[in-house]
Structure formats: structure tokens, C-alpha cells
């Protein structure tokens, strides 16, 4: 079972934003999870008080000419992870926004801690865009009334309310939720194989090649805010 923390483990206040730098770390650990025979299923973990809160707003801000350039190597890992051939959970520590939120949606299953933090997408409150494949993610990993309201809204969504949308599978306490994630994932070991990839491959076949499609056009600022 690999578990992958999304920023350096013993950092509190960090947010675990994506940079160019994080994007190659995932970029390499999911070449190590695929590339091993023991692999049976994959938790990822935010370190610290937050789980993501998206697209590194100062690193994108200085770099503006290379913002469509992470943007599309996000988005191909959004498309690893949603068709990787094990069980996926995501352990929602803490607050998941933006393009952190369609990292936790690009699992298979989600444990988020109930007594604190939200899950949300707000960029219509920010009035910037999603890449299409953002959006294509979220209409294929949730239910289309969910995926409405979160998207169209930007409504924020605690553990609890998050548990009952459908949006997290199951909820837990401060010092469980990375337990309950790996057990999870690990009860359901015994489906990893070609098989399961081959389902999620079909299953997720629209969203997929959205998330691998150029990405050109996509709005600059919305990558600095979200």
C-alpha cells in the first residue's frame, strides 16, 4: 500500500499547493506505484492541517508563460490516478479546494475528516474557469445534482454535509481519517489488476481524454487562483 503525502510530513501551516516541483514529485511516485508488482492501492494524504488548496497562486503569478504548461501536466495526473489499475483513496485532512478538491474527486473512494476543514470549488465565486477536463472529472466521479451544485455554486462543503451529498464516502476523527483511508483501501486490495484498470479505462474514457487534451485556450488567471 503506498501512501503519498501531498506536501513534506511535519509542515502544519503549509497548504500543499501545486508547483511545477510538486507536479514532478507525483509525476515520479506514480511511475513507483505503477511500475512495482506489489502495488495494491494507493492513499493520499495532505501533510499538516490541509489536504490541497489547489494551483500555487504565488508560483503562478511569477510565471505566467508557463502556467498552461502545469496546468496540462496536473491535469495528465488527474488522468493517472483516475484509471490507475488499485484502489485509490483520498484521506481529506483538512480543507480541499480548487484544483485540490478535483484531485480528491479523481479517486476512487474519500475519507474526510468530519469535524473540520471543506471541500470546494469555487471558481465561479472567483470568476475564473476550469479546464474542461476539471469539469469532466467531476461529472464522471460524482452524482450530476452534486456536480451541479458544487460547481455551479461553489458551495462549500463540511464533513458532514459532504458525507450525505455523496461527495465523501465516510467521515472520521482528526486521528482516523488516515486510518480509515488506508483500511479502506486495503479491503478492497484484492481488486487491483489489468481488470480493474481495463474498467476504469472505459468507465472514465470521456473524462480522461478531456484531461489529456490541450489545454491553450485555458483562462491564465484561473490557474493563479484556484
Not at 22 to 28: A, I, L, Q, T, Y
Not at 50 to 73: C, K, L, M, Q
Not at 189 to 217: D, F, Q, W
Amino acid at each position: 500500500m503506498f501512501v503519498a503525502y501531498l506536501g513534506e510530513r511535519g509542515e502544519g501551516e503549509g497548504e500543499n499547493r501545486f508547483h511545477p516541483d510538486w507536479v514532478r514529485g507525483m509525476e515520479d511516485l506514480l511511475d513507483r506505484v505503477e511500475g512495482s508488482s506489489g502495488a495494491r492501492g494507493l492513499v493520499t494524504v495532505g501533510a499538516g492541517k490541509f489536504y490541497s488548496t489547489g494551483f500555487d497562486v504565488e508560483w503562478a503569478a511569477a510565471h505566467p508563460e508557463r502556467i498552461n504548461e502545469n496546468v496540462g501536466r496536473l491535469l495528465g495526473l488527474f488522468a493517472r490516478i483516475v484509471t490507475l489499475p488499485m484502489p485509490t483513496v483520498a484521506a481529506i485532512n483538512g480543507h480541499a479546494y480548487g484544483a485540490g478538491a478535483f484531485l480528491a474527486v479523481a479517486h476512487d473512494y474519500r475519507v474526510m475528516r468530519g469535524d473540520r476543514g471543506y471541500v470546494c470549488f469555487p471558481g465561479v465565486t472567483l470568476g475564473v474557469n476550469y479546464a474542461p477536463g476539471m469539469v469532466e472529472l467531476a461529472q464522471a466521479q460524482l452524482p450530476l445534482p452534486l456536480a451541479r451544485r458544487a460547481l455551479v455554486t461553489g458551495h462549500r462543503y463540511g464533513g458532514a454535509e459532504a458525507l450525505a451529498a455523496g461527495l465523501v464516502d465516510s467521515v472520521a476523527g482528526e486521528d482516523d481519517v488516515l486510518r480509515s483511508a488506508v483500511e479502506y483501501a486495503q479491503s478492497l486490495a484484492h481488486t487491483a489488476g489489468p481488470a480493474l484498470g481495463h474498467v476504469k479505462s472505459t468507465l472514465y474514457r470521456t473524462a480522461t481524454a478531456a484531461l489529456l487534451g490541450s489545454v491553450a485556450e485555458y483562462n491564465h488567471d484561473s490557474s493563479a487562483s484556484q
